[in-house]
């Protein structure tokens, strides 16, 4: 860029005004008089008064241009560890308690999505993923192995259907998750107790013993904190792990103190008696649920056997994606017959497997979809058939009219004939 001058033989000596002494000042030319409905107000201060500023709104998170960096990680069980995030700029992190984020993790100079949830409450400078081992786990495993203090990673937005801001829910809430299905919810539980006193929260966490309870001691914190968050373990083993009571300050098997309420347990398997037993008030509660899709489907039918408005339940299931090895077997109904997969935006014409997946049909030959969840969950791999048809088992993030429309999610869906597929 540049700007053009006068040339300084061209300029004017300006003209000199005489000042004059006034009660204001040495050396200030005389005002004219303003009228009243023109003057500007006058600023006094004195001197060493501070000028506050008004306070600018902290950044806000934003996957597209900062990274995340580690800063710390802890084992919470013998098979799942907890991964704490900041920003690069020290921003922080706004989503909706419940949702999930994708991260980009590259191995081998390829890179992997994989959604997962978040575990840690809103509005805070740190997110925090709470991550499982999966056995022939691609990614988990690598993150657990390979991720140290100071790594960052590309993520993508954060995004989740089920969250407590959306679902509208009553001020009686009944958590319930099982495995690591609980790192939703305690996103959930957490933000509540934190912002909403009134709330009346129930939690019912399914694990195989004492020492396969994720977030035990975190929970057990939460219990000395609010008198209106109340915690139920079932275990199906509880081997050296007596019952705690509310109202007892010691455990009989290790006389461990506690200071306030504890960790209650009870051994079984989640059933309709079980429930009935320990919520009487059951349909006076919202149901947030996130488990394995077996232990959901119970819960859901307990639930629909009990009269429940089903209005009031949200549920939601992220199974843990496996390699792709594993992925290969997962399609149940693959035979030897041949389908011709199309994909013209990238110039793909391949013969596949009749029955095989299509997102895995779509990574081997080279189409860049996003398989974040690979549970038919996150919406990422969200994709349209315009010529043949799939067999779909989720629709989840799927409006009506995008299903008649022929959009479909890659990794819910198997090939049934020759299929045309577009992503956008």
Partial sequence: MSSTKTPSSTLSPPVLKSLKLNSSGLGQATPKPLSPKLASPKLSFSLGETITKPSLKPAVWSPSTTPLVLVKRESETHDSMSFTFAAADQALFDFKPGQFV????????????????????????????????????????????????????????????????????????????????????????????????DADIEFLHCARDKDNVIFHDEMQTLLTQYSNFKVQLLLENSDGFATFSANNNTNEKTNEKTNSRALSHQTGMVSADVIRQLYPDLNQRTIFLCGPVGFMKAVENIAQESDFDMANFFQESFTPAADNKQQDQISSGATETSVMLHVPDFAVEAEVIQGSLLLDALEKHGVPVIGACRAGVCGSCKCKVTKGSVTSTSTETLTEEDVEQGFVLACSSTLKDDVTVALS
């Fill in 102 to 197: 994708t991260l980009a993790v590259k191995i081998e100079n390829k890179t992997h999505y994989r959604a997962y949830s978040i575990s840690s409450a809103p509005q805070q400078k740190q997110l925090r993923l709470t991550i499982k081992r999966v056995p022939d786990g691609l990614v988990s495993n690598w993150l657990a192995d390979n991720l140290s203090i100071g790594d960052s990673l590309s993520a993508l937005n954060i995004a989740g259907q089920f969250n407590s801001s959306d679902c509208k829910h009553k001020s009686k809430l009944l958590l319930i998750s099982a495995g690591c299905g609980i790192t939703p919810v305690m996103s959930i539980a957490k933000t509540l107790l934190a912002h909403n006193s």
